[in-house]
């Protein structure tokens, strides 16, 4: 499947190419440039960079897993459903990409806060209030973050060949079995991409999390949030908690990739 | 039980009108050029496509009837479908694809792993259970499809093109094997495809279809000697003649013997296209290998020839200009000497 | 942070576009600035770096030094202290600072970046800030304690959340927030929406947040008064402006002016 090609790459791709990577590389060189790294012990030894940081990877990671309950079966729906209205929803599903986080974290208060039209009702009926919780917190990654992974899922769905479905049907199986055991093993690689993009941008949350879970050490603050306030006292300190998240979410991906890809081969 | 259809779905330029029956046991092929609504037919009969009007019913049990808001879904369909490039699930091994439909229908995994090996040694692919469809070859593929396609005792089964992704060398063996899983398969099969060597091959009947409608049906050879349109004509002129190789000679069942450039052994068919027999009134000069008296049963024109139906120990069909059928004064009855180059005679294994 | 940068960027852009358009009341466009004596009208773009505070007190005084003066141009940067301090240590072209804490100003006087000693201008403290109509019945810095309450203070890194733990630690309230907010505006928002019942804010915030949040003020307050130093910075290119800027909000006109949007005199 992986032919190398000997042929070098073209000088019209080849200079934006190297462009693109300068742009996206040397930002994190500075960050690098910039660490101090004698401060990276003490500060993780910290306690509250341990918490934030684990907070962090438990949300992001819930987020993610919500995301895949519900973001899966909507793309199917958006993939293969013939309703009307479908491109009308397919717009509504990605406003929280270019909604401004802050801005969605407002709109998350009106519906899910105290006073908002389902948030009251479940203070009311249960005593139950979301905002300034660890719940609150993955809700609001999950808003912003369940976009990438329908995008990417949907794409999957669509590129999949939907006769592999019909072959299904005729060996007896019903729309949930065919999905169950051909669809999803078959658009794997695209949910494992969207997955990887959600947990990703669940990870790096900030505006959305900061308005609508608050900042609270222990049950609210994760990492963006402690990078953001050190920021305004000390910003090495930041440096070097952008740098462990950096770290820390790169490696996470390097190693879930190593083993989608030795998953894959075996398969193959 | 009889798989009954008579079913409407428009297709783009033309709406696709086909009246099909086929009894259990029996091979109909539906023969025509591509997009003449043959597959649409298949995806009716499967349930993967609602008709637009008609019905569809094997015995009693009725999978569509429009007019009464029947539509039986596919997956409660009791059918086997093959599709022309296989669709093994590429994510399970060859022994799990075909105990798919066992498992879909409620049986327990041990029986229908045991049940598929059963089937996958049938069709010749017993060590090649732990495969992925991708390391299989593409005949072995459709093989480990037929038997995913016939592990269940559907009542019908369904041919979707079958033979035409595989080169024509295992297309020839696997053509052969498909006959004989066919004779013993007890349903109702419905075969399409554009080769009509398959359909001489594998149908009992044929049906010809063209722009969505049945122009012609028979048995192939009835189809092939009284083509009713030149588009038959054209398509199925070929006379599929069963006999046993020795060598480069066949001795017919029907006997005769038929010289063939190709030295072949054991049962197989010999094809003669009618363009390649020549037709003479007195028994030609320099005696080439193949020279057969005959009679003249039938003469039918079509456009600048003229269709002739020939009986004796070895029957065929010719196709002969009119200008040299009036020259020769050819009529129903008179008797002839027919030769065929064996350079002509085509052998498939049977 | 990511709100920032855009900010950051677009003050970058002003300046320059206000480099070009700078002379266009005076006689030479090169020229720039005026740096006449006192008493001549002045002229070309004034910068000032303002904490986010005192955005409208500010701006409706660089409008009035800007009556007086046809050809100049003020020019405001408004954000979090610490984010201008850094700007202006980074090199950021400003006449004026105007820091909402000491220690920023002092990051700012240390490295050598201000002209003369930085002046104390005006005060802030702070005040309870509750939804209008005061639903939970907030009265006092000992309500601050109540589990029952959803409550925002100001992180402890931000100036304001710095001053909330001193009236705490001074009035012996052990403080049971829900949120530590990173800047007032952000404590403010949860406020107005009704999503905390309380938050401790400065009295300059609850004068501009409008009807929808009411201040209570509280003694305690007095322990934790925020002096907000100014200063012309050396490199000003404007430096008889910024003079003027900084003689303007020193005087009544200016204080009276600081006065209506809560702030207190020194």
Not at chain 2, 22 to 40: D, F, H, I, Q, R
């Amino acid at each position: 499947m992986r032919r190398r090609r000997e042929t070098g790459v073209p000088a019209p791709l080849l200079v934006p190419a190297a462009v693109a990577v300068a742009f996206l590389v040397l930002p994190l060189a500075g960050l690098l440039v910039r660490t101090p790294w004698a401060d990276l012990p003490a500060q993780l030894a910290e306690p509250a960079v341990g918490q934030a940081l684990r907070l962090s990877l438990v949300s992001a990671t819930l987020a993610t897993g919500v995301s895949l309950l519900l973001g899966v079966p909507l793309a199917w729906v958006l993939a293969r459903s013939r309703a009307r209205g479908r491109s009308v929803l397919r717009a509504l599903v990605t406003v929280p990409l270019v909604l401004p986080p802050v801005v969605g974290g407002v709109a998350l208060f009106l519906v899910l806060g105290r006073q908002g039209i389902v948030g009251r009702w479940l203070d009311e009926a249960f005593g139950v209030t979301i905002p300034f919780t660890t719940t609150a917190v993955v809700i609001a990654e999950t808003f912003v973050a369940m976009p990438f992974l329908v995008i990417s899922v949907e794409g999957a769905l669509r590129a999949a060949d939907t006769r592999f479905e019909d072959a299904a049907a005729t060996l007896g199986a019903d729309r949930w079995t065919t999905f169950r055991r051909v669809t999803l093993p078959l658009v794997a690689p695209g949910v494992a991409a969207g997955a990887v993009l959600c947990w990703a941008r669940a990870l790096g949350e900030f505006g959305a999390t900061i308005t609508f879970a608050g900042n609270f050490p222990g049950t609210t603050q994760t990492m963006p949030l402690a990078v953001y306030l050190e920021l305004q006292s000390d910003p090495p300190a930041a440096i070097v908690l952008s740098v462990l998240l950096l770290a820390v979410s790169l490696g996470t991906l390097l190693l879930l990739r190593d083993r989608w890809l030795t998953r894959s081969g075996a398969a193959a | 039980m009889t798989l009954t259809a008579a079913v409407e779905v428009p297709r783009g330029a033309f709406t696709v009108a086909l009246d099909v029956a086929v009894a259990p046991g029996e091979v109909l092929a539906v023969l025509g050029p591509n997009g003449a609504g043959k597959s649409t037919l298949l995806r009716v009969l499967a349930g993967l496509l609602p008709p637009d009007g008609g019905r569809v019913a094997v015995g009693d049990d009725v999978w569509d009837d429009v007019a009464a808001g029947v539509h039986v879904p596919a997956h409660e369909r009791r059918l086997g479908m093959v599709f022309q490039d296989h669709l093994l699930f590429p994510h399970l091994s060859v022994t799990e694809n075909v105990a798919f439909g066992l498992r879909t229908r409620g049986v327990r995994r041990a029986e229908a792993r045991a049940a598929a090996r059963g089937w996958l040694a049938r069709v010749g692919l017993g060590e090649m259970g732990d495969r992925r469809p991708a390391q299989l070859s593409g005949g072995q593929a459709q093989r480990a499809a037929l038997a995913r396609a016939l592990v269940g005792d559907p009542a019908v089964l369904l041919l979707d093109e079958p033979l035409s992704a595989l080169d024509a060398r295992t297309r020839l063996t696997v053509r052969a094997e498909l006959r004989h899983h066919l004779a013993d398969y007890p349903g109702s099969t419905v075969l399409v495809t554009h080769d009509p060597v398959d359909a001489m091959a594998l149908a009992d009947r044929v049906v010809v279809v063209e722009d969505g409608r049945v122009v012609q049906e028979g048995t192939p050879a009835e189809v092939s000697r009284h083509p009713r349109t030149d588009y038959v004509a054209r398509l199925v002129g070929l006379s599929l003649l069963p006999g046993t190789a020795e060598g480069t000679g066949v001795r017919l069942d029907g006997g005769g013997r038929v010289a063939v450039a190709e030295a072949a052994s054991g049962p197989v068919f010999v094809a003669v296209r009618p363009e390649s027999v020549a037709l003479y009134l007195a028994r030609p000069e320099g005696s080439p290998r193949n020279v057969w008296p005959a009679r003249l049963v039938s003469a039918t024109p079509h456009g600048a020839t003229v269709r002739c139906e020939l009986d004796g120990e070895v029957p065929l069909v010719a196709d002969v200009t009119a200008t040299a059928f009036a020259e020769l004064g050819l009529a129903p009855g008179v008797a002839v000497w027919a030769t065929v180059k064996a350079s002509e005679v085509a052998v498939y294994a049977r | 942070m990511m709100e920032r940068v855009p900010l950051a960027l677009a003050a970058a852009l002003l300046l320059s576009l206000a480099a070009c358009g700078g002379g266009s009341g005076g006689e030479d466009a090169a020229a720039g600035p005026s740096t006449d004596p006192a008493g001549e009208e002045l002229t070309g773009t004034l910068t000032v770096f303002a904490a986010a505070s005192l955005t409208d007190v500010f701006t409706e005084l660089g409008e009035r030094l800007e009556q007086e003066n046809p050809g100049l141009s003020v020019q405001f940067s408004f954000a979090g202290s610490s984010a201008l301090a850094t700007q202006i240590t980074q090199g950021a072209p400003a006449d004026v600072f105007a820091s909402a804490n000491p220690p920023q100003m002092a990051v700012v006087a240390d490295a050598g970046l201000a002209a003369g000693d930085p002046e104390v201008v005006t005060t802030n403290v702070l005040e309870i800030a509750v939804p209008a109509g005061n639903p939970a019945g907030v009265s006092g810095l000992a309500d601050f304690a109540r589990e029952d309450l959803a409550l925002a203070l100001c992180a402890a890194e931000v100036p304001c959340g710095a001053a909330s733990q001193q009236v705490f630690e001074a009035a012996g309230v052990d403080a049971a927030p829900d949120t530590l907010e990173e800047d007032v505006r952000a404590a403010l928002t949860k406020v107005e929406l009704g999503e905390v019942d309380a938050a401790l804010v400065y009295a300059s915030d609850v004068a501009a947040a409008g009807d929808a949040v009411e201040g209570i003020a509280f003694p305690e307050a007095e322990d934790a008064v925020n002096d907000y130093p100014i200063a012309v910075l050396a490199g000003a290119p404007n430096p008889a402006a910024a003079e003027a800027f900084v003689e303007l909000v020193a005087s009544g006109a200016g204080q009276q002016a600081l006065a209506d949007a809560g702030f207190r005199a020194p």
